[in-house]
C-alpha cells in the first residue's frame, strides 16, 4: 500500500461571479512512480472533472503543467510525489492571468514579450527557399542550442521578485532570448540594437539577482550567466565615450558578445 497523499488545491473560475478563491482537499493513494500530473488527472477523473489543471506532452517538454508546488514554482509532470511529503498544497503560477484554478495564460505573455524584444533573426538577406542553410561551427551552435531550450512554462518568472512586484518587467526567459540571438551570426543586430530593447529597468537593469529563476528552471538553463553577460556588455555600451578605449578593451574581454557586436 502506497501513501496516502492530501492534495490542497486552490479553486477560483474568475468567469464565474459567484466563484471565490478558496483551498480544496482531495485525498488519493500514492502508486510507485506516480507524477504530480498523474495525480491530478487521477483526481479529475475518479473525484472532480471541474479540477482546471493544464498539460499536453507530460514529458517536461511543452512546459504547460507550470504551478506552484509546495511554495516552489515547477512542472507537474516532471514531480514525482515520492519527493514530496503526503501534505502538497498547489496553486496557479503568479504574474500570469489566472484562467480557472492551476491554468494560467502564459501564452499572452510570451507572446507580448516576445514582439517587445522583437525575438527573431533580423538582417537584409532575401530568402531563398533553394539554398543551402547558413552553416556555422559546431561549439557555437551547440552553445545556442543550450539557450535556445527554454520551454516558456513561466516558472522563472513566477519565481523572479521584480517580476511579481513589475508587470513591465520582462524577465530571465527574455533576457536569455536576447543572449541567443546576440551569439547568432545570423543576426545582423548590433550592441545599440539590443541596448534599446533591453537597456533598461525592464530588462537587464531590472534584475535584483535573487537567482530564483535559474534555480527553479527545469531545463537548468544558465539564466543568471546570461544576464550577467548582457548587463555587462549593455552596461560598458552605456560607458563606451567616457572610459578611455585601452581601459574599455580589458573590461571588453569578459564579454561574451564583443567579438560579434564592437
Known sequence: MGRKLRIEVLRYNPLDPASTPHMQTYHLEEHPSMTLFVALMQIRETQDPTLQFDFCCRAGICGSCGMVINGRPGLACCTQTRDLPDHIVLHPLPVFKLVGDLSVDTGSWFRNVGTRIESWIHNNKTFDENAQEDRMENELAVQIFELDRCIECGCCIAACGTARMREDFMGATTINRMARFCLDPRDNRDVQDFYELIGNDQGVFGCMGLLGCEDVCPKKLPLQDQLGIMR????????????????LNKMEKKCGCQDKHK
Do not use: G
Open 232 to 247: 555587462r556588455m549593455l552596461a560598458l555600451h552605456s560607458v563606451k565615450n567616457i572610459i578611455p578605449r585601452s581601459i
